[in-house]
């Protein structure tokens, strides 16, 4: 059973950068996809970001051209790389694996 550990989150001003990581606890080569999750509590969990086996990846529309997700299998780490942040990027980042397995989660918060 893979388990996911996420670090990276803080607090930061709006148009600022944070790069999130996203460890597993053994190989992730052979893992269709990985994912990254924001949780807020208005808006419930929203899929921030996906990067599948063959490379392609899926942004939500709200971060796309400022977030980056970065799939690194010699590490089995996972990545999530975000630019120009805004208030609206707040919430619990969490990163699941294969729609299966989940971490418990960075808290992001952007605000002046």
């Known amino acids: 059973q893979v388990q996911l550990a996420e670090s990276g989150g803080d607090l930061v001003q709006p148009g600022g950068s944070l790069r999130l990581s996203c460890a597993a606890s053994e190989s992730i080569y052979n893992i269709k996809h990985m994912s990254w999750y924001r949780e807020t509590p208005g808006k419930g969990r929203v899929l921030v970001a996906r990067?599948?086996?063959?490379?392609?990846?899926y942004y939500l529309s709200a971060v796309k051209d400022r977030f980056f997700i970065i799939r690194d299998n010699a590490k089995n780490t996972l990545f999530l790389q975000m630019d120009f942040l805004k208030p609206e990027d707040t919430g619990l980042y969490r990163c699941q694996a294969d729609d299966t397995y989940w971490g418990p989660g960075t808290q992001v918060t952007v605000s002046s």
């Open positions: 990067h599948f086996f063959g490379g392609s990846t």
